[in-house]
């Protein structure tokens, strides 16, 4: 009866130890910080790499860039276009002018402008004036130009002559264009008359734009 009496008390004291260990530890993990222990490091396993949804508000300091060889999309819709400017005309602008004078032909031409080796020409503005020899006459100013490998007049309004000065005629032209030259060609000024065989015509002519590199690298 002794013996198993004492058996009763150890047994208590056991369960007494037990309880009292698992209270300690129980604290000690509430005031563990969240997360391995310092040193440690977390191994991801699958999926590399983390695949990440939502999004993403922060600011960004310094320089952002690409590596070599990637790109970046823009796949804006049509009722919300990216905004672009041309700045081409600001790079590599040109001007040009000159003139001609003819008799008994009723036309002349002058080359106002080569256009460089490995560039084109855009043509933006075309003005000029000239003078005419017969009262009622008819000019048809213009440009031959070359676009494509294909040669081309583009002639634009003048306004009707007037004689302020005797039977001379004087007309005059200025008009917004948007016209290609190819690398290598000549830009004409061009006064062409409806009477071919009486008079002289004597034109000035005046071209703006700008030119891009052709083959077109960005």
């Known amino acids: 009866m002794k013996r198993f009496k004492n058996h ?4 208590a004291v056991l369960s007494m130890l037990a309880i009292i260990g698992t209270i300690m530890n129980s604290h000690q993990a509430a005031a563990q910080p969240p997360g391995p222990p310092g040193g440690l490091a977390v191994n991801i396993v699958n999926p ?13 300091t310094g320089t952002v860039g690409l590596a070599s060889g990637a790109s970046v999309r823009v796949d804006n819709t049509v009722t919300d276009p990216v905004r672009v400017r041309n700045v ?9 002018q000159g003139s001609c004078t003819t008799s008994n032909s009723g036309a002349c031409s002058a ?8 560039k084109r020409a855009v043509i933006e503005y075309f003005s000029g004036g000239a003078e005419l020899p017969l009262p009622g006459q008819v000019l048809s100013p213009g440009l031959n130009i ?29 008009q917004q264009v948007h016209l290609y030259a190819d690398s290598g060609t000549a830009i004409d000024g061009i006064a062409a008359s409806q009477d071919t065989s009486t008079g002289f ?3 000035g002519f005046f071209i703006s734009g700008y030119l891009v590199d052709v083959p077109f690298t960005p």
Not at 88 to 96: G, K, L, R, T, V
């Open 48 to 60: 590399v790499p983390v695949p990440v949804t939502g999004s993403i508000n922060s600011t960004v």
């Open 111 to 118: 080359t106002l402008f080569t256009v460089p080796t490995g």
């Open 146 to 174: 070359k676009v494509n490998g294909i040669a081309g007049s583009a002639n634009v309004p003048n306004t009707p002559p007037t004689y302020p000065n005797g039977p001379n005629g004087h007309t005059s032209w200025g």
């Open 8 to 11: 009763l008390i150890a047994a």
């Open 88 to 96: 081409n005309d600001a790079i590599q602008p040109f001007q040009a």
């Open 201 to 203: 015509i004597s034109a």
